[in-house]
């Protein structure tokens, strides 16, 4: 039914939205600032065995604990492997893992939360009161448990992770829906005989995309930073996995003789996790027109 | 005043349904554990027979929900399975362990909430300006950062470059001998003042001091940004342009009527915030060896002991969901408006 409004008058609108949203992420410092982060880590991502200057399991016992040096720029580990090389293929695991938890908990929690919003009554009480339950645990707590549950592995510890965090995303577009429900395009697919599901799917998800993208955005670096929890405490990635979290916990042994161990791995977490963070709070600036107004653009 | 006393009761039907839901899930989890909880209970060396019989004794061989009945009844009375590992009753150990979390995720609660509140207003009503901008840039970073890895670089600056603060622990070793502090409510700071142990007192604060601000980054920039939007969004509420619209000064509007009224939202944002502090324990402990329900949990996972883990699950989620139930009943008590 999209047909029905779509003109070239509407195409080029939404050509100058995009180019108004590119020009405020652009504009903004920061936002331009995490971009060009970002963008490092994943080309370090894709192209580690390419760059890093060691192999990613290459031990070499006779340089075990050597300080940082230029041979060895973060310096190496109990079993001499180069941290730097092993931080740059983290940064492949660290993504993933980000990626698939978000990717996990949209999938899930986006298409529940349009449902309870537009079907309303017993359906959405039952899902709502579903997600209240779910969000009663501290989340890394109930992952924790469900990663113990399902043996100790990086891919366990993305479903635990994953299982505590859809009903978030179920609140937000529960929210958004049900406004939306009420707005006139709604009201007209249904008049010219849209079936709910077509108006749920066709019409009412794209519609709820920006604020999930946004919360999406954010959440990659919160995934990053429990993926490396969990695995710090032996739920997630085992050894010899070069999963940062992981280094960070055989750094933690020798914290008062090889500081270098745990503190390179951690520096990737942080500014890796406050990148996403920067560019979700630059993307809500960007796609929110009412706080677009106020600053001015 | 009847409408309050129907929302309170509305309130507690509510959490008894969470409650319920908690103990569904994790009835739920405790029995799709990959392994057989019979063959578990028995040992690694047990013949056929003797899982059987363990089944049996275990009612595994009951239908589900009869199952989850019983489950509930234990839980109810406080038979929360014996750990593997400790060989005493987990209930015991929680107990025993909780103070310890409680005292830690509260310190870190404060330092948070001290830094992180004032900011969020100083950013609110700056908004837009260089300082708020800097907040905001100290709110994003800080909920960026690790929490154990900020825990190893206090550890590293504090314990071995200066040498200012005790490495881990929650007490020195010689003051846990010569002076060691009697258990009243298990919060070491209260009750080396309760029993007059000045000697401990001083030795327990700096050992709080590192893991608390470990474990306040996080919630720092996360009630900082909360602060700085319930505060943004009651700046914008009519009677705030109409006060400025009378030509009563900025800092009356701001500490006098803004403020007031953001308290109530930020109650909501001292709970979440609290959520996240107990979360953060479980990793800050492990660095500090702090000995609380961190520590005993990962020493649990380490030990593969599958009551422990279970049960720790319920009394996080326990104390989350009472902790939300006092503060809305303290927000409708606060705010009027809520009752309706």
């Given at each position: 039914m999209t047909t029905l409004f779509k003109g070239s008058g509407e195409k080029e609108a939404r050509f100058r939205e995009i180019r108004l949203i590119m020009y405020q992420i652009t504009r903004n410092p920061l936002t331009l600032t995490s971009l060009i982060i970002l963008g490092a880590v994943?080309?370090?991502?894709?192209?580690?065995?390419?760059?890093?200057?060691?192999?990613?399991?290459?031990?070499?016992?006779?340089?075990?604990?050597?300080?940082?040096?230029?041979?060895?720029?973060?310096?190496?580990?109990?079993l001499g492997r180069d941290i730097l090389s092993r931080v740059m293929f983290g940064a492949r695991l660290s993504l993933l893992a980000g990626v698939a938890i978000v990717v996990i908990s949209v999938a899930i929690g986006w298409p529940l939360g349009v449902i309870a919003g537009y079907r309303g009554g017993i359906i959405e009480d039952v899902i709502m009161r579903i997600t209240d339950m779910f969000l009663a645990f501290p989340s890394l707590v109930l992952a924790l448990v469900i990663a113990f549950l399902l043996g100790p592995s990086l891919i366990n510890s993305m479903i635990a992770i994953s299982v505590t965090w859809w009903p978030w995303y179920t609140r937000l577009?529960?929210?958004?829906?049900?406004?939306?429900?009420?707005?006139?395009?709604?009201?007209?697919?249904?008049?010219?005989?849209?079936?709910?599901?077509?108006?749920?799917?066709?019409?009412?998800?794209?519609?709820?995309?920006?604020?999930?993208?946004?919360?999406?955005?954010?959440?990659?670096?919160t995934a990053i930073l429990a993926e490396a929890g969990l695995s710090f405490l032996g739920l997630g990635a085992q050894a010899p996995e070069p999963e940062w979290g992981l280094m960070i916990s055989g750094g933690r042994s020798v914290i008062l003789s090889a500081w270098w161990y745990a503190t390179f791995p951690g520096i990737f977490i942080f500014i890796t996790a406050a990148a996403f963070n920067l560019l979700g709070d630059g993307l809500r600036e960007a796609l929110d027109p009412r706080l677009r107004r106020i600053r001015g653009a | 005043m009847g409408s309050l006393k129907r929302y309170v009761v509305k309130r507690l039907l509510q959490t008894l349904v969470i409650l319920i839901g908690i103990s569904a899930i994790t009835f739920f989890l405790s029995r799709v554990a990959p392994s057989d909880p019979a063959a578990l209970w028995v040992g690694l060396h047990a013949r056929a027979e003797q899982i059987e019989k363990a089944r049996k004794e275990l009612g595994l061989d009951k239908p589900l929900h009869i199952q989850y009945l019983i489950y509930m009844r234990d839980l109810i009375g406080g038979r929360w399975g014996t750990s593997y590992r400790t060989r005493r009753p987990v209930i015991e150990d929680?107990?025993?362990?909780?103070?310890?979390?409680?005292?830690?995720?509260?310190?870190?609660?404060?330092?948070?909430?001290?830094?992180?509140?004032?900011?969020?207003?100083?950013a609110a009503s700056k908004k837009d300006k260089k300082?708020?901008?800097?907040?905001r840039l100290f709110g994003i970073l800080t909920v960026s950062i690790p929490s154990f890895w900020i825990a190893l670089m206090l550890q590293i600056f504090f314990s071995r470059t200066l040498g200012l603060l005790p490495l881990e622990g929650r007490l020195s070793s010689n003051v846990a001998r010569m002076n060691p502090i009697e258990r009243v409510t298990g919060f070491y700071l209260v009750d080396s003042l309760l029993t007059g142990n000045f000697v401990a007192f001083p030795d327990a604060l700096l050992h709080i001091i590192l893991p608390a601000l470990a474990l306040a980054s996080y919630s720092m920039g996360l009630s900082l940004r909360m602060t700085r939007s319930t505060m943004i969004e009651v700046l914008r509420e009519k009677y705030i342009v109409t006060a400025r619209a009378f030509g009563i000064p900025e800092n009356t509007i701001k500490f006098r009527y803004a403020l007031?009224?953001?308290?109530?939202?930020?109650?909501?944002?001292?709970?979440?915030?609290?959520?996240?502090?107990?979360?953060?324990?479980?990793?800050?402990?492990?660095?500090?060896?702090?000995?609380?329900?961190?520590?005993?949990?990962?020493?649990?996972?380490?030990?593969?002991?599958?009551?422990?883990?279970?049960?720790?699950?319920?009394?996080?989620?326990?104390?989350?969901?009472?902790?939300?139930?006092?503060?809305?009943?303290?927000?409708?008590?606060?705010?009027?408006?809520?009752?309706?």
């Open positions: 994943v080309f370090m991502a894709i192209f580690a065995p390419w760059i890093s200057p060691y192999p990613v399991y290459g031990y070499n016992l006779e340089e075990k604990y050597e300080p940082p040096s230029l041979e060895h720029p973060f310096g190496t580990d109990y577009a529960r929210a958004d829906t049900a406004s939306l429900k009420q707005r006139a395009f709604v009201e007209a697919s249904r008049a010219v005989g849209l079936s709910d599901l077509g108006i749920m799917f066709r019409h009412i998800l794209p519609n709820t995309v920006a604020p999930i993208i946004v919360q999406a955005t954010m959440d990659l670096g | 929680i107990i025993n362990y909780l103070p310890a979390s409680m005292e830690l995720a509260i310190a870190g609660q404060i330092i948070a909430s001290l830094v992180g509140i004032p900011l969020g207003v100083i300082i708020d901008h800097a907040s007031k009224n953001a308290i109530i939202p930020t109650l909501t944002v001292l709970g979440i915030v609290f959520g996240w502090s107990l979360t953060g324990v479980f990793l800050v402990e492990v660095v500090f060896n702090w000995p609380g329900l961190g520590t005993y949990t990962w020493r649990a996972i380490l030990a593969v002991d599958y009551p422990v883990i279970v049960a720790v699950s319920i009394i996080a989620a326990l104390i989350i969901v009472i902790i939300n139930l006092i503060l809305d009943l303290t927000q409708v008590y606060l705010d009027p408006r809520v009752r309706l």
